[in-house]
């Protein structure tokens, strides 16, 4: 079993920046493919970026990319999606999620564990 934990949402103009974080319970996190996803109202929860257990190329969704940072660190059992540059179209409740492989997946169903999620709000 794995707890995940968000943090570091809030309330931004656009051109701003947020820096949210995912700390993860449990000695096996190194093991873990990791995943931004986010859902916005009446939409579908969508993959923003992902990273593997070996730091391999990481995945970004087309519309973050250039803007979006996904960062890990074994040593904290945390996970990082730096954003900067955000836009209004940003606004969602961002989650963390893991996935008992070292293949990213962009489809949320191949995701074990989720978070509770952090709301991120920009504003125009």
């Known amino acids: 079993q794995v707890q995940l934990v968000e943090s570091g949402g809030g309330l931004v103009q656009a051109g701003g920046s947020l820096r949210l974080s995912c700390v993860a319970s449990?000695?096996?996190?190194?093991?873990?493919?990791m995943g931004w996803f986010r859902q916005a109202p009446g939409k579908e929860r969508e993959i923003v970026a992902a990273?593997?257990?070996?730091?391999?190329?990481?995945y970004y969704a087309d519309s973050v990319k250039g803007r979006f940072t996904i960062s890990r660190d074994n040593a904290k059992n945390t996970v990082y999606l730096q954003m900067n540059s955000l836009k209004p179209e940003d606004t969602a409740v961002y989650y963390c999620a893991a996935r008992s492989s070292g293949v990213i997946a962009t489809g949320a169903q191949n995701y074990n564990y989720w978070g509770q999620g952090t709301q991120a709000t920009v504003s125009s």
């Open positions: 449990g000695r096996t996190f190194s093991t873990y493919t």
């Open positions: 990273i593997t257990r070996s730091f391999g190329n990481p």
